[in-house]
């Protein structure tokens, strides 16, 4: 799927083989609904997101296969990965998962990645992508928890991808004003959800507050130390408990961030 590209990609693309891999162009319209479409008009049984940027190993559909013969077509699953400098330096190790993933999602944010994420393709289809363009780089976090709350989403230990941390990737180069968008906007597309809200319980409330947080250290990290205030004193009011549980050590680096823009 080329969501509306400039660059060589088309060309690049049908250097393969047509009958393993199709090219579809649309314009640009963001990839919620990208993805979307090409679920809609996918042939297999499972569809698998794969962002072009990252990079998959040898063994990623023969890992996803294994698995969906061993646990008899499961409706959702997700393969590991690790993060690697655009040098191809691994900078960040995968770190352990418990199987399912549901309670992890819960606690700890978005510990998937788009790359390693299979849905049975009349999941896929049933659960599509927001297309709201101001959710983009929280949709796909806001789909899985919505799956959680009625799947288990099952885990393989096995590394089977990689995401590149390049300067361009949207979770870095995002203004703030964006970044408060998005995230208010994840909490309220969490909220239409009756089935997701009555099983999150008062989860709902450190999802919320992970994402005021989360806004807060990006602005303490920008030296707006006013802003970040504001923003992290609405996370401790949402639910109190943040201070020191999942995320604390975020906590430490907003005021980190926060003291040394004061004291230079």
């Known amino acids: 799927m080329d969501d509306g590209s400039t660059d060589n990609s088309e060309e690049v693309v049908n250097a393969f083989d047509p ?27 499972y569809i698998n997101f794969f962002d072009s940027d990252d990079l998959a190993y040898p063994h990623h ?16 699953f ?36 788009c790359n390693g994420v299979f849905l049975r393709r009349d999941i896929a289809l049933q659960f599509p992508f927001s297309k709201n363009r101001v959710l983009s780089a929280s ?32 979770v870095i180069t995002m203004n703030h004003q964006k970044l408060i968008a998005r995230l208010t906007t994840l909490i309220a597309y969490l909220k239409e959800d009756a089935h997701f809200v009555k099983y999150a319980g008062d989860k709902m409330n450190k999802i919320e507050a992970e994402c005021y947080s989360y806004i807060a250290l990006h602005l303490a990290m920008d030296k707006q130390a ?13 639910y109190f408990p943040s201070l020191w549980q999942w995320y604390g050590r975020r906590t430490f680096a907003i005021v980190k961030y926060s003291v040394k823009n004061i004291f230079g």
């Not at 559909?61 to 959702?76: G, R, S, V």
């Not at 691994?90 to 944010?109: A, E, Q, W, Y």
Request: aromatic share 8%.
């Open 19 to 45: 009958s393993k891999v199709s090219f579809h162009k649309i314009p640009n319209c963001e990839r919620g609904a990208a993805r979307n479409y090409g679920a809609k008009i996918s042939k297999g049984d």
């Open 61 to 76: 559909l023969q890992t996803a296969l294994d698995l969906i013969q061993k646990h008899n077509n499961p409706e959702a």
């Open 78 to 113: 997700h393969l590991h990965f690790d993060i690697k400098s655009p040098e191809g330096n691994v900078i960040r190790k995968p770190f352990s998962f418990t199987k399912p993933v549901n309670n992890l999602l819960l606690n700890n944010g978005n510990v998937l990645s």
């Open 139 to 170: 949709e796909d976090y806001g789909l899985w928890l919505r799956l959680s709350s009625r799947f288990n989403i099952l885990n393989s230990a096995k590394v089977t991808s990689s995401i590149v941390q390049h300067d361009m990737r949207s």
């Open 226 to 238: 006013a802003e970040a205030r504001k923003w992290f004193f609405k996370s401790v009011r949402t």
